[in-house]
T-cell receptor, first 116, second 111 residues
């Protein structure tokens, strides 16, 4: 049972470099999300998608881009990495809107990203 | 004021004790409520949804108080394995972008 898989698990970048984080889910979920988690703070939503081909901004979208070309994949891109983007990134998916019928989110095990 | 607030703890209790913590939310239009558990350096995992009438799952009891705008989590007969950070999650309306995570309450169970 793979669930939600994130790659890579760890990465160190230099300021200004670019990279893409991949999230894949095998549960046929419509909704997918990217969060970042910083010490002492709750998870903050970066971008999300309510279906294949759709994306939308969350609470902290600046400096990130996303794409959902296939239903099972949600990519998070950093075009020009900055030290402020050092964080743990979590991808999640849900069957439908979390606010309807108490649909829970399923999380990947995270990507630890350090920007030097 | 934060939209969702939790006491960061840590709560340090002996094995076998009962422990409870609350989570307050600021928006009365909040719709769905969850408790997630997060172990150190791991992903959050759903512990339980919180229903209006309150619900129980084994040693865990969750309650919702809409009038005072808080949810609670009670853990009875605590085990060493209950040591973790407990995240409160609140959703606003029916919007994928309005899922608010609390910063978590750290619980440590000592032998």
């Amino acid at each position: 049972n793979a669930g939600v898989t994130q790659t890579p698990k760890f990465r160190v970048l230099k300021t200004g470099q670019s990279m893409t984080l991949l999230c894949a889910q095998d549960m046929n979920h419509e909704y997918m999300y990217w969060y970042r988690q910083d010490p002492g703070m709750g998870l903050r939503l970066i971008h999300y998608s309510v279906g294949e081909g759709t994306t939308a901004k969350g609470e902290v979208p600046d400096g990130y881009n996303v794409s959902r070309l296939k239903k099972q994949n949600f990519l998070l891109g950093l075009e020009s990495a900055a030290p402020s983007q050092t964080s743990v990134y979590f991808c999640a998916s849900s069957n439908s809107d979390v606010g309807l019928g108490n649909q829970p989110q399923h999380f990947g095990d995270g990507t630890r990203l350090s920007i030097l | 004021r934060k939209e969702v607030e939790q006491d960061p703890g840590p709560f340090n209790v002996p094995e076998g004790a009962t422990v409870a913590f609350n989570c307050t939310y600021s928006n009365s239009a909040s719709q769905s409520f969850f408790w997630y558990r997060q172990d150190c350096r791991k992903e959050p995992k759903l512990l339980m949804s919180v229903y209006s009438s309150g619900n129980e799952d084994g040693r865990f009891t969750a309650q919702l108080n809409r009038a005072s705008q808080y949810i609670s989590l009670l853990i009875r007969d605590s085990k060493l394995s209950d040591s973790a950070t407990y995240l409160c999650v609140v959703t606003l309306y029916s919007s994928a972008s309005k899922i608010i995570f609390g910063s978590g309450t750290r619980l440590s169970i000592r032998p």
